[in-house]
């Protein structure tokens, strides 16, 4: 596969793409994003050649040397997020220092590799990590805005209005100048918390946002965007309220319907739970996640979250008045089908239609890996797969997902080899 040349700011673009002066340089057929909701009526689509309140398209130089982020760099709050970057700016040699209120939490990360505990003079950092719980996140850029008065300093708070909101309120009150506060929003995490589950590789390839401001300086822009590029992530630009609308969206409602999946189940009977398959625990795994963080979160952003629920309150009555009428239902359906394809597929592409091939595999060691090795010999490309396990009998079901042309061929080829294919 052809690889394109690369943005020289996010690697990923080609590179008619840069930053400018608050501006997110990208060619109009290059960048377009895609607020997704839950029906295709509420899907705003945006092409960056229509100007942004801080970023508009411009001419770029090719050449451009890419930003290169200055250290040392100080990380506050050291959980999963912050232990992370810290473990992927020291694979790229940054001089990384850690501070957290639990000074146990710095032990562990420095003790796995994300840095060492801060002991630098304060107007010795360049660049400072706010990476604590949303509810602080305002009141902590204020002190090391004020403590550091050569770093630029950005944070990773999932709600970017509200943290802006109360940081003016902040800087009016107290004097303060937060032109050197660039807001920033790493899409990645997991269901798990604490330095011990940090992972140098968590935004490798995973949008990292970065909110800039008119009052914002060239150069600071640039050190955040050079943080995230080290940490391999790919560089969006939004204003901060975009961002909240396009979380709410994508992110903070997913995780209401997951929950509230989840929590329908507690009125389950255990033998009806028993009937459940994988799609009840695909469902359900973020409902898992730590509640008082995302109780923070939905606060934080709690406008456009009603407006997200509003809406989709308005779509439970809608389907409720179908149900009874199979053809408007058959008609919901199909909305949610059109919703389901604008989400992007492989390698950030439209996703295209694929016939699943479903597999008993035995739950042994090399079994998977055999199994694999049989579908190469086929020379026949895995578009997407996933695993349903057997709870009767020790076995699991893969379903492999290739394009339709090649399914009745891969049928074939795993019989042949003596696996027993689900028809």
Known sequence: MRTPSTC?????YPRSCELRHMSLTLSPRTLR???????????????VSTPRPCWRPTVTDPNRVEPTLTGPVL?????????????????????????DIDRDNSLIAAGHGAGRLGNLADDAYRMIVIATPPAVVAQTVVERLTRHPQAVVTDTASVKGAVLAELTTLATEHEIDISRYVGSHPMAGTQCTGPLTASTELFVDRTWVVAPRTDNRYDDVQQVVA?????????????????????????????????LTAANLR???????????????????????QTTMW????SSNCVEVRSQLEAIRDDLDDLLSRLNDSERLEEFLSV?????????????HQMVETTAVVVEIPDTPGALARLFADVEAAGINIEDLSVEHNPA??????????????????????????????S
């Open 8 to 12: 020289p700011i996010t690697r990923r």
């Open 33 to 47: 994003w895609v607020c997704l909701t839950a029906t295709p009526r509420r899907v705003v689509t945006s092409d």
């Open 75 to 99: 990380i506050v709050g050291v959980g999963l997020i912050g232990a992370s970057i810290g473990k992927a700016l020291m694979r790229e040699g940054t001089d990384v220092h850690l501070w």
């Open 227 to 259: 943080l995230a590029r080290a940490c391999g992530a790919r560089v969006v630009s939004m204003d901060a309220h975009e961002h909240d609308r396009a979380v709410a969206e994508v992110s903070h409602l997913p995780h209401l319907m997951s929950i």
């Open 267 to 289: 009125r389950a009977r255990p033998e009806h739970l028993s009937l459940a398959g994988p799609g009840i625990r695909d469902v359900t795994r973020i409902a898992r996640s």
């Open 295 to 298: 109780r923070q979160i939905l």
């Open 336 to 348: 949610g089908q059109a919703g389901a394809r604008k989400v992007a597929g492989k390698h950030g």
């Open 393 to 422: 009998r020790e076995t699991g079901f893969l379903s492999i997902d290739v394009a339709p042309s090649r399914a009745e061929q891969l049928t074939a080829s795993m019989r042949n080899h003596g696996w027993s294919v689900r």
